[in-house]
T-cell receptor, first 108, second 117 residues
Framework: DAKTTQPTSMDCAEGRAANLPCNHSTISGNEYVYWYRQIHSQGPQYIIH???NNETNEMASLIITEDRKSSTLILPHATLRDTAVYYC?????????FGQGTRLTINP | GAVVSQHPSRVICKSGTSVKIECRSLDFQATTMFWYRQFPKQSLMLMATSNEGSKATYEQGVEKDKFLINHASLTLSTLTVTSAHPEDSSFYICSAPWGGSGANVLTFGAGSRLTVL
């Protein structure tokens, strides 16, 4: 599976959009980009995934660059409950390997 | 949506005893489940892939005789930590894939926190 690079930590003000970047320059053609988050002491929660096109759901938007070497997760109106570790993972149809993720802190 | 239930959520045991953790897919069938372990302030580490009706596949460095996995039905996988020691204390999380053609979207259990005294 391709490796991802994410900033260790980020801060965002409540009510603002949180933009979390992820680099995955070694992604292969059939690998998806997945985003999960983990709130302290809980199991990870699925957020969104995509292959080539940008995606949006009720939680977030995923912007994937045309060359697919990087992506950005956007939480449009961050709330305090969005404070968590966010994991960007690339993979195919089998197991997913987690990196270190980005610790996002939403400040009041 | 798909729900994975884990039990127990917390367990404390004495050193040398064995502990069983159950992972159930509640509203879908899972021929494959994944077991992860997470130490404090670290990321999730994949331990093994549980396969219904066949042997589990273990990641490099994970002792298969230490961490016994049984996937006896399409909705249940169990992880047994045998002869547990304090260094086995960790947060154990299972997951199962659902939906999506080509995509492996995982739904995770709430995790089981094991403390070995």
């Amino acid at each position: 599976d391709a490796k991802t690079t994410q900033p260790t930590s980020m801060d965002c003000a409540e009510g603002r959009a949180a933009n979390l970047p992820c680099n995955h320059s070694t992604i292969s053609g059939n690998e998806y980009v997945y985003w999960y988050r983990q709130i302290h002491s809980q199991g990870p929660q699925y957020i969104i995934h995509g292959l080539k096109n940008n995606e949006t759901n009720e939680m977030a938007s995923l912007i994937i660059t045309e060359d697919r070497k990087s992506s950005t997760l956007i939480l449009p109106h961050a709330t305090l409950r969005d404070t968590a570790v966010y994991y960007c993972i690339v993979g195919g149809a089998q197991k997913l390997v987690f990196g270190q993720g980005t610790r996002l802190t939403i400040n009041p | 949506g798909a729900v994975v239930s884990q039990h127990p959520s917390r367990v404390i045991c004495k050193s040398g005893t064995s502990v069983k953790i159950e992972c159930r897919s509640l509203d879908f069938q899972a021929t494959t489940m994944f077991w992860y372990r997470q130490f404090p302030k670290q990321s999730l580490m994949l331990m093994a892939t549980s396969n219904e009706g066949s042997k589990a596949t273990y990641e490099q460095g994970v002792e298969k005789d230490k961490f016994l996995i049984n996937h006896a039905s399409l909705t249940l996988s169990t992880l047994t930590v045998t002869s547990a020691h304090p260094e086995d204390s960790s947060f154990y999380i299972c997951s199962a894939p659902w939906g999506g053609s080509g995509a492996n979207v995982l739904t995770f259990g709430a995790g089981s926190r094991l403390t070995v005294l």
